[in-house]
């Protein structure tokens, strides 16, 4: 168990800083992660003006199959086809349920959501493409992100808004 708490732990932690990294350059803040816990996972604090940031990570799979292909669990080779609506379905199905839980959340300043994309077949530009069919319910999430993987750059470094 004490396995599986530090792989989350480790998957939270490095979406965190790549998303520290991109507001740091995109907004030129000095966001540094403060706190690493749990509602929310990890809180930021932005080192020009004191803000914080409470910070709920999240990792967006297309099934459980794939989620072990990527982590190195599976001794499968492939993964049968998939299809963007089926992603965007497992998209709002997780929105849902994160809006669910941060409803328990007891915080003193603002709240994101960070869904890092996993999936090495769709990119932003798909789910741009299916925007129309994301349903984003109402929340204590005042932020809501998409994280992507950067082929290019070889780095998580694409950050799209939903809310």
Do not use: C
């Amino acid at each position: 168990m004490a396995d599986l708490f530090d792989e989350k732990w480790l998957l939270e932690e490095s979406a965190a800083q790549a998303l520290v990294q991109i507001l740091n350059i995109q907004q030129e803040t000095s966001y540094e992660i403060v706190e690493h816990a749990d509602r929310p996972d990890i809180v930021i604090q932005n080192q020009l003006d004191g803000r914080r940031l409470g910070v709920e990570v999240t990792h967006l799979f297309y099934d459980s199959e794939e989620a072990r292909l990527i982590l190195g669990r599976s001794h499968e080779h492939d993964h049968p086809p998939e299809y963007i609506e089926e992603y965007i379905g497992r998209l709002n199905a997780l929105l849902q349920q994160k809006s669910e839980k941060a409803k328990g959340y007891s915080h003193e300043y603002p709240l994101a959501l960070l869904i890092r994309v996993v999936s090495p077949l769709f990119h932003m530009y798909n789910f741009k493409t299916y925007a129309s069919r994301i349903v984003v319910p109402p929340s204590d999430f005042q932020i809501i992100w998409l994280l992507f993987y950067d082929f290019l750059e070889q780095r998580w470094t694409i950050l799209e808004r939903l809310r």
